[in-house]
């Protein structure tokens, strides 16, 4: 049978201007509650979301070869800092919907995650509402929850803090993981792609390490993106840390638990990625259409094609492919493997 | 001749228990100043700083075969988040007093490289008279200059704001490089060693990139240490991005400024490190007795002896390993280059 390639980290970062506009009026109602728009003022239609879908990410799974995209709202735009829990409420309410038509369009193709409505210093636990309906009617397979609602300000308690746990409890329920990641900087310290992503991703994994996180919640997974920010190029900085810690080896203590993205555009750190992190560790992804847009005039190639390095690895057998591009994902988000398994007429387990 | 070993990564972190003391009654000062200790009570005789250094870092240099270290006060105790600038300026006096002291005792294993009085909110030019003195009494050859005094709450401008210019200015003056190191994390949610150190490199490098810094100093030199956070394993979504924000290529661009350390504790953190990074721009460093002070279980060696990577690589020849270990270093710190010269009685160039 023939490897599906999943990519597990797409944003819909294409979405119709009508969605910008919107948005837009929604911020200067903040200010100005007068101008405040009504969700229901956004008028997408299907059409609309098929043209922005076809002629970009569509096109270029097809163009590349992935199979079915893990499709979450554009993850810069999320902006929790900005406004209340109420505004990022409607403001998620509303992308995550556009998720999920995209995935009812496409069925094939897509399959949602859910962005939360978090707000800074408002309880974690307020985004369950957000999160039910998005499992439950929205058929979402996975969430990002953002470890810095602030937009680089850093204001909330680590992951591993009790604050988080609302969350987490509905993970387990649900059986969904969670891909950690943060949303536009508005401190101007961190260039949002470039710095405060990769930040995030190696804060939330010493996060975890100094933790005992996963003690308390065996079954709760994480995705790093990003190819983990830096931790696999630190890897031995990490098992170094970990042992003066007195903590497990990393391979126990946290990689029954943390999985990274393949989010990394060159061939020598995917090369590292590989080599260091075990395979069932590892998701294929590549954040198309993303930070990172262009051709690379070292290889005449897209940035973003991580594909291309994953094939051209040498470290890889067929099996180790096998997993970072289908079987990795179908373990890590169980919602996923059900899903395909009863679109293929296959009694699920 | 023989290659010497220079590891431009070293912080005096076995410095005698007077110091930690004195910095204890010195914190204790800030709220009871009847408490409040004077410089000149912390008394370090010879011999104590003899011991401290023969019995830890020079016993290692020595086991591991390097010759000289550019030698600066605790990275993790600069802490400049405590006390105001009267404070820091007190401390940073007596810490690089210190190290002056270690480099004068062992002059041909230790050269001294100067923190500053920085502190959250102050003007950085008020670190000038500290950086004088250290230069021109103490023959420091560099300076560590860190990006974010507020400890983890980054609240100064980037490093390409004007608001740094004043010690950009006495940097080209007096040719010395600026080592961009961090302190202390004060916020939760980032480990200082594991988190807040390599997203400080990673942010540091992504200001330059996002600036034109280098246009307004073309001989200014920034030494990003910990093998430059996440900058290497993620050099294609650099390179990308630098692209998208219609930058010259980074060789162009930031590589006659900006140099990485090899502070990276595995082999193939290093392979990646030489891999994608002109060997031009890289120093051997090691940052020994740090963060990590351990024995990888893996190799049965210390993580931080770096230079077993460097060794054990085999992508570089001879000339490359003279580069990382001692061209670089003299080509990166002119006032090293000079010591160095006036030391084996050569007239410098």
Same mark, same amino acid.
């Given at each position: 049978?023939?490897?599906?390639? #999943?990519?597990?980290?797409?944003?819909?970062?294409t979405? &119709?201007l009508?969605?910008?506009? /919107?948005?837009?009026q929604?911020?200067?109602g903040?200010k100005? &509650?007068?101008?405040?728009p009504?969700a229901?003022?956004?008028k997408?239609?299907d059409?609309?979301?098929?043209?922005?879908?076809?002629?970009?990410?569509? %096109?270029?799974?097809?163009?590349?070869?992935?199979?079915?995209? #893990?499709?979450?709202p554009?993850?810069?735009?999320?902006?929790?800092h #900005?406004?209340?829990?109420?505004?990022?409420?409607? /403001?998620?309410?509303?992308?995550?919907?556009l998720?999920?038509?995209?995935?009812?369009?496409? &069925?094939?193709?897509?399959?949602?995650?859910?962005?939360?409505?978090?707000? &800074?210093?408002?309880?974690p636990?307020t985004?369950?509402?957000?999160?039910?309906?998005?499992?439950?009617?929205?058929?979402?397979?996975?969430?990002?929850?953002?470890?810095?609602?602030?937009?680089?300000?850093?204001?909330s308690?680590?992951?591993?803090?009790?604050?988080?746990?609302p969350?987490?409890?509905?993970?387990?329920?649900?059986?969904?993981?969670?891909?950690?990641h943060?949303?536009?900087?508005?401190n101007a310290c961190?260039?949002?792609?470039?710095?405060?992503?990769?930040?995030?991703?190696?804060t939330?994994?010493?996060q975890?390490?100094?933790?005992?996180l996963?003690?308390?919640?065996?079954?709760?997974?994480?995705?790093i993106p990003?190819?983990?920010? %830096? *931790?696999?190029?630190?890897?031995g900085?990490?098992?170094?840390?970990?042992?003066? @810690?007195k903590?497990?080896?990393?391979k126990?203590?946290?990689?029954?638990?943390?999985?990274?993205?393949?989010?990394?555009?060159?061939?020598?750190? #995917?090369?590292? @990625?590989?080599?260091?992190?075990p395979?069932?560790?590892?998701?294929?992804?590549?954040?198309?259409?993303?930070?990172?847009?262009?051709?690379?005039?070292?290889?005449g190639?897209?940035?973003?094609?991580?594909?291309?390095?994953?094939?051209a690895?040498n470290?890889?057998?067929?099996?180790?492919?096998?997993?970072?591009?289908?079987g990795n994902?179908?373990? *890590?988000?169980?919602?996923?493997?059900?899903?395909?398994?009863a679109? %293929?007429?296959?009694t699920? %387990?």
């Open positions: 049978m023939l490897t599906m390639i #999943i990519d597990c980290h797409g944003h819909y970062t979405a &119709p009508a969605l910008d506009a /919107w948005r837009n929604q911020i200067a903040i100005d &509650p007068s101008v405040m009504r229901a003022d956004l997408i239609s059409d609309e979301l098929r043209e922005s879908i076809e002629t970009n990410q569509l %096109a270029l799974m097809r163009k590349r070869g992935s199979d079915l995209t #893990i499709f979450s554009r993850a810069s735009f999320m902006a929790h #900005i406004g209340d829990f109420q505004i990022s409420s409607t /403001w998620a309410a509303i992308c995550n919907e998720c999920y038509r995209v995935s009812e369009l496409f &069925p094939d193709h897509f399959i949602p995650a859910a962005m939360l409505p978090q707000s &800074p210093g408002v309880d636990a985004c369950i509402p957000e999160l039910v309906k998005c499992v439950e009617q929205y058929g979402n397979v996975g969430i990002n929850l953002n470890p810095d609602p602030s937009g680089g300000h850093w204001t308690p680590p992951l591993s803090d009790r604050y988080w746990y969350i987490y409890e509905k993970m387990v329920e649900y059986d969904i993981p969670a891909m950690i943060v949303s536009t900087s508005c961190f260039h949002t792609t470039g710095a405060h992503y990769l930040n995030a991703d190696t939330a994994f010493m975890c390490l100094t933790s005992d996963f003690t308390d919640f065996p079954s709760l997974k994480f995705v990003h190819g983990g920010g %830096a *931790v696999p190029y630190h890897w900085r990490f098992r170094g840390l970990a042992q003066e @810690l903590k497990p080896l990393l126990d203590h946290l990689l029954n638990n943390v999985f990274f993205d393949t989010c990394v555009y060159h061939q020598p750190g #995917i090369d590292l @990625l590989t080599k260091v992190i395979v069932d560790n590892i998701l294929f992804a590549s954040e198309m259409i993303g930070a990172v847009r262009g051709i690379d005039p070292e290889t190639e897209y940035f973003d094609d991580t594909k291309r390095y994953i094939e690895s470290q890889l057998d067929e099996e180790a492919r096998y997993k970072i591009y289908e994902a179908r373990r *890590v988000y169980p919602r996923l493997d059900r899903a395909l398994r679109k %293929a007429g296959l699920h %387990a």
